[in-house]
């Protein structure tokens, strides 16, 4: 199969749907591979846009959907990230190559067997600034806090408070939030006096599990 060419032919599609806008991001979806983060059975509908299953009832998300997250984040060069549901490990490498190597990503994910798939995906590429923490990312990361960037990629039944606590002033958290069906996508902006929210369409993503999450 020549995943070359469904690439290209996936990144122009993610294009004329309107989703993909920054160059950077066209950048990191040729150097981060996504059939190197599926399955391998699954590898030949790596570069079609739709979720894969990766196992433990998990997916790798969409890749349009993933790209309108990226572009909602804003990332720049060397931001701290953090991310909520490692999966594959796909985003969190995405988001590496973003911030560069003066930047970083931490990301957390509660199923083991995940994380390390996801570890495996990450060392193949030689990605050396992504740390996996396996616990429950509802409560967010306080111990690496504060972050510029928090992404979040499990539907959430409201915004868990700390989040907003661990995000810089100026910060950014891309979440979607509702019910286990349909939620919308937040991009929320951290204020000296409050917070900036926006509602960037509907989606449907696995639910995020513990204390803060669905129960
Ligand atoms: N970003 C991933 C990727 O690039 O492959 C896709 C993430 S998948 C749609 C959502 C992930 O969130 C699942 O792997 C799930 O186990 C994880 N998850 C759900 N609740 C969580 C929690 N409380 N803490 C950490 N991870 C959680």
Redesign the pocket.
């Given at each position: 199969m020549d995943f070359e060419a469904e690439k290209e032919k996936l990144i122009k599609y993610i294009k004329s749907i309107g989703y993909l806008k920054s160059k950077e991001i066209e950048d990191a979806l040729r150097k981060i591979p996504r059939h190197l983060?599926v399955p391998k059975h699954l590898r030949y509908l790596a570069y079609r846009d739709t979720p894969l299953s990766?196992g433990?009832n998990?997916?790798?998300?969409q890749p349009s959907t993933?790209v309108a997250m990226t572009e909602a984040l804003e990332v720049k060069k060397g931001q701290k990230i953090l991310?909520?549901?490692?999966?594959?490990?796909?985003?969190?490498s995405i988001l590496s190559y973003l911030v560069g190597k003066n930047g970083f990503v931490y990301t957390?994910?509660?199923?083991e067997e995940?994380a390390e798939f996801a570890k495996r995906n990450i060392k193949n590429l030689g990605i050396k600034n992504i740390k996996i923490f396996i616990k429950?990312?509802?409560l967010g990361l306080k111990e690496k806090a504060p972050f510029d960037r928090i992404i979040v990629?499990?539907a959430a039944p409201d915004v868990p408070k700390p989040y907003l606590k661990q995000l810089k002033l100026g910060g950014i958290l891309v979440i979607p939030v509702g019910n286990l069906y349909l939620q919308k996508m937040y991009v929320i902006k951290k204020l000296k006096d409050g917070i900036e929210k926006k509602d960037i369409g509907n989606f449907m993503?696995?639910?995020?599990?513990?204390k803060y999450?669905f129960k």
């Open positions: 983060f990766i433990y998990q997916t790798i998300s993933v991310e909520i549901g490692t999966g594959s490990g796909w985003q969190s957390i994910e509660v199923i995940l429950d990312g509802s990629t499990a993503f696995v639910p995020l599990i513990g999450g």
